[in-house]
């Protein structure tokens, strides 16, 4: 059975910092590229960031670079985005998506969330407040 659990969400100041898991299982993960996603209240989803896993290259939407970091542990089937420097607008539900049927082991250079992915996680909430 294929999984993807998001963790590490949470209520955080602004200026502050979080990490989140994907963890997979059920399927090879390694092989597969990996993204995160989020979605606000009344906003279109939005793809944030995106590790490839033959080269592990990385890809960052424009409003997170520089504050957020994607990294793998192919050992834990485990994806991680280090957070940073979070804002109010950072709030929002996030979670992780893989297997794209386009491009299983690369992301797209023209931002983390061109590609359609066929598995996703449940997400976990994060809230930047005061």
């Known amino acids: 059975q294929v999984q993807l659990v998001e963790s590490g969400g949470g209520l955080v100041q602004p200026g502050g910092s979080l990490r989140l898991s994907c963890t997979a299982s059920?399927?090879?993960?390694?092989?597969?590229?990996v993204a995160w996603f989020r979605q606000a209240p009344g906003k279109e989803r939005e793809g944030v960031s995106c590790?490839?896993?033959?080269?592990?290259?990385?890809v960052y939407a424009n409003s997170v670079k520089g504050r957020f970091t994607i990294t793998r542990d192919n050992r834990k089937n485990t994806v991680y985005l280090q957070m940073t420097s979070l804002k109010s607008e950072d709030t929002a539900i996030y979670y992780c998506a893989t297997r794209s049927p386009v491009s299983p082991r690369y992301c797209s250079n023209s931002g983390p969330g061109i590609y359609d992915y066929d598995y996703r996680g449940q997400g976990t909430q994060v809230t930047v407040s005061a």
């Open positions: 590790i490839s896993s033959a080269d592990r290259r990385t």
């Open positions: 059920g399927f090879t993960f390694d092989y597969y590229a």
